[in-house]
């Protein structure tokens, strides 16, 4: 990955329904939005490229005392893209800077998954977005509607998203599937690299239909007619963490590990 005119946010809400505090909880000593920190430098960009951007003066604050840098923003953002846009317009940053966004809870992210989007990007010179998606296999996470699925063209530019099962077997008694599926289905993975050009305009975008009804704030982009460049995964998933189990299976990682 070139490392020039590469930025990394990673936004971190303090507020969290299902586990309050979310980006403070102590894994191994080190507060959770560190270690994912910890993992964007393992991919190879230097602190002053990583930015944490924050509605809550407790996280900048564990951010700045494990020497990484903290954006305070706005606390009443509808969506993380907007809270990146913030941030690139407090920063300045040139229309072609490429920003990452890597989600503050994913701890345990593989730090090659962050290099090969800002890389897919890269390659796509006349594209404003490029993510991840990892081949679905299980017919409970194809019918689940917390697992984002994405359908891709001919070139790899993603055609939709959606909660819902697609692309749906018309002939198929989904019933009678059994535990495998036996067409291809794609899970979106929730790491992002944007142009801040694009960034800059996202903000001033309304709401798309199929966004709100959808709940996913990618299709804003593909309802305004921006090509979302989409890499193919092939490597492990670890999982973020929602939820007390997810940062019970995550401290008994790092414990594990520290040993």
């Known amino acids: 990955?070139?490392?020039?005119?590469?930025?990394?946010?990673?936004?971190?809400?303090l507020a969290s329904t299902r586990l309050p505090g979310k980006p403070l909880v102590d894994i191994g000593g080190t507060p959770m939005i560190v270690r994912v920190c910890e993992r964007v430098l393992a991919a190879g960009l230097a602190r002053e490229q990583i930015f944490?951007?924050?509605d809550h003066?407790?996280?900048?604050?564990?951010?700045?005392?494990?020497?990484f840098q903290a954006l305070m923003t706005r606390a009443d953002h509808a969506t993380g893209t907007d809270r990146l846009s913030e941030v690139v317009a407090t920063l300045q940053l040139d229309d072609d800077t490429i920003v990452i966004n890597v989600q503050g809870d994913e701890p345990l992210i593989d730090p090659a998954i962050i290099t090969a989007v800002a890389e897919t990007l890269q390659r796509h010179s006349a594209t404003a977005i490029a993510t991840a998606a990892h081949a679905i296999d299980s017919v409970a996470d194809f019918l689940n509607p917390?697992?984002?699925?994405v359908v891709c063209n001919s070139q790899g530019f993603a055609h939709y998203f959606s909660r819902?099962?697609?692309?749906?077997?018309?002939?198929?008694?989904?019933?009678?599937?059994?535990?495998k599926l036996a067409l291809p289905a794609l899970r979106h993975i929730g790491i992002y690299a944007y142009r801040a050009g694009f960034l800059k305009q996202f903000a001033q975008l309304a709401a798309a239909p199929t966004e709100t009804l959808e709940a996913l704030e990618q299709l804003r982009a593909l309802y305004y007619g921006y090509q979302i460049a989409v890499l193919?995964?092939?490597?492990a998933l670890a999982g973020g963490v929602d939820t007390p189990e997810d940062l019970a299976r995550v401290r008994?990682?790092?414990?594990q590990q520290a040993h």
């Open 164 to 179: 819902a099962p697609i692309p749906f077997p018309r002939d198929a008694n989904i019933a009678g599937l059994g535990e």
């Open 252 to 255: 008994a990682i790092f414990a």
């Open 232 to 235: 193919q995964w092939s490597g």
């Open 57 to 67: 003066s407790d996280v900048q604050s564990a951010c700045v005392a494990h020497k």
């Open 52 to 54: 944490v951007a924050t």
């Open 146 to 149: 917390n697992v984002v699925k």
């Open 1 to 13: 990955m070139n490392a020039q005119k590469i930025i990394a946010v990673l936004p971190a809400r």
